[in-house]
């Protein structure tokens, strides 16, 4: 299904920046970039009216907040074709809901404040009368089980993140339709080992020219400071036959663009084929008629081989683009971290890339203020970001979470302290990607548009180089510039992250 104009979508205040509202019901705020994303552009979703999905008068109607990143945007785009399917009407304002959805977030705590504060919200207007009943999916439920529903009283139900076919079931609990209703809270979490199911019927959030596309859940990783394989449980691949049969519905609906995402993308193949199998799969879907882009997000620095570069290189649909977390550079930090590899190993992947594809835009995530983090470490990570100089690179603070083998890590570096630490980094690289836009003009790069003009300001779109909502924009001069459309724009200028080009 295309995008709807329907789903409210909160932005987290916490580091991983990619929630949207849906492009037509939106307005894009420009202003400085924030330490922790590093990005100039913030989506804040304009409200609109109810929206009925069919014709039939009396429809249940539900509000959903979608949180986290597009891993959890794609988990909702399936829970909102389901109850579209089932019937329900989606609002985007609370007030106007029979019952309130919340997809939660909470692999870190400001993830999981977020999702609190939104449930919160929702039982708030459900004693004042304003709603029927709430509904907890997602993250949260999975993490903390059935209990989740024990901490917030009010709450109807709760399901994990597998759950998708129960919430039609449970909303209509959440309403006390006859015959389903109990006297305490339901809760479905299954344990995150099943096959991960294709992703279908999608009632889409993004906007209809680009979609994620989950390439296989979960993560056998053991990084020292992350709950999500606790969550998401291990690597589970789809058939490279199920993920094509998904963009080609994509494709169907109007996608041009397809980001590839997982919790390890390159970790595809390792379960079902035993070995890593994403550059037979980019062959695979490259063939899928109607998209022209296809992008990586979420490698592995360990999971980037020759048959992959080779691969990105060769397929003409694969943009030069590659989202690759280090982490950390140095040798002892990224031990403490357990990330499986060492800092030369991360010098040979990049030099790799970019010998193989010379105009590849690199984009990667640092986390500071770990245990036993100490100022000579960041000394050297900041000279290796001026060394390597990544085109994209975020920043963020280390959150100390429950049940991770950080937690119980001594030297702990004092909050104030790690976020002088992610300031230091982002100045530094401030520096180099504002010198990167400026040598950018006068070239002619290929963008795509995402949203037309309005209000007196140009359409807005993205190179090659720019992933959705993490990366910079380039506003883009000329006639025609509707969402979706492929063009070629000479660049003229550069306003911090973004640039500014006219189409040729």
Request: a positive charge; charged letters at 25%.
């Amino acid at each position: 299904m295309s995008a709807s104009p329907v789903v409210r979508r909160k932005r987290p205040v916490f580091h991983q920046p990619f929630i949207r509202a849906p492009a037509h019901c939106r307005e894009t705020v420009r202003g400085g970039p924030t330490p922790a994303s590093g990005n100039a552009s913030l989506a804040v979703a304009v409200p609109v009216h109810c929206h009925a999905m069919t014709s039939r008068p009396r429809q249940p109607r539900v509000g959903f907040a979608s949180l986290g990143c597009p891993k959890n945007l794609v988990d909702s785009e399936v829970l909102l074709g389901a109850l579209a399917k089932a019937g329900f009407a989606v609002c985007e304002d609370f007030r106007d809901a029979d019952v309130i959805v919340v997809n939660t977030c909470c692999f870190i705590r400001d993830a999981e404040k977020e999702s609190v504060a939104v449930i919160r919200e929702a039982l708030d207007l459900k004693k004042q009368g304003v709603c029927r009943g709430v509904v907890v999916t997602g993250c949260l439920p999975q993490r903390y089980g059935p209990g989740t529903a024990d901490r917030f009283p009010g709450v109807d139900a709760v399901l994990g993140v597998a759950e998708s076919d129960r919430i039609a079931a449970a909303c209509r609990f959440a309403l006390g339709d006859p015959g389903t209703r109990g006297g305490s809270p339901t809760a479905a979490i299954r344990p995150a080992t099943a096959p991960c199911s294709a992703d279908v019927s999608r009632l889409r959030l993004t906007p209809r020219h680009y979609a994620y596309v989950r390439v296989a859940e979960g993560c056998d990783h053991t990084c020292a400071f992350c709950i999500i394989p606790q969550i998401r449980g291990p690597v589970r691949s789809k058939p490279v036959e199920r993920v094509r049969a998904e963009v080609e519905e994509l494709a169907r609906d109007g996608t041009r663009e397809i980001c590839l995402i997982a919790q390890d993308t390159t970790a595809y193949g390792t379960d079902l084929y035993r070995r890593r199998a994403l550059h037979e799969l980019i062959r695979a879907v490259s063939a899928v008629s109607g998209i022209d882009w296809i992008r990586i997000l979420y490698a592995h620095p360990s999971g980037v081989t020759p048959e992959l570069i080779e691969t990105m290189a060769a397929v003409p649909q694969v943009v030069p683009y590659l989202d690759m977390p280090i982490q950390h550079v140095t040798d002892r930090m990224l031990g403490i971290m357990r990330r499986g590899h060492g800092k030369n190993h991360i010098h040979r992947v990049v030099d790799s890339l970019r010998a193989r594809i010379p105009r590849i835009t690199l984009r990667t995530t640092v986390l500071l203020g770990h245990p036993g983090e100490t100022d000579a470490d960041v000394d050297e990570l900041v000279s290796a970001i001026e060394g390597v100089r990544f085109e994209r690179l975020g920043a963020f603070v280390y959150s100390n979470e429950a049940g991770t083998r950080s937690a119980g890590l001594p030297g702990r570096v004092p909050p104030a302290e790690a976020a002088r630490r992610r300031d230091r980094v982002m100045q530094a690289q401030q520096a180099i990607a504002f010198a990167r836009n400026r040598s950018r003009i006068g070239e002619t790069l290929s963008a795509i548009v995402d949203a037309p003009p309005a209000r007196g300001r140009p359409a807005l779109g993205r190179t090659e180089g720019d992933a959705p909502d993490v990366d910079g924009t380039i506003q883009i001069h000329g006639k025609g510039l509707a969402p979706g459309r492929m063009v070629r724009a000479r660049i003229t200028g550069s306003n911090g992250y973004d640039l500014i080009g006219r189409i040729v």
